[in-house]
């Protein structure tokens, strides 16, 4: 394998790596729980039925 080819690769393997970990702790960041009400507004708007998420 050609040394132009590992860069690329490793790029990519570090572009991939990046985008687990911001998955993985973007959780940990933003609380879903603030998009309840957009998310309930949303599935009545196009459905027309009401929508209760449990939970906090």
Do not use: C, Q, Y
Not at 30 to 45: L, R
């Amino acid at each position: 394998m050609g040394k132009p080819v590992k860069i690329i690769l490793s790029i990519i393997a570090a572009i991939a790596f990046l985008i687990v970990i911001t998955i993985i702790t973007l959780p940990f960041f933003i609380d879903p729980n603030n998009f309840k009400p957009e998310i309930a507004a949303a599935v009545k708007n196009k459905t027309g039925r009401d929508l209760t998420l449990a939970g906090d």
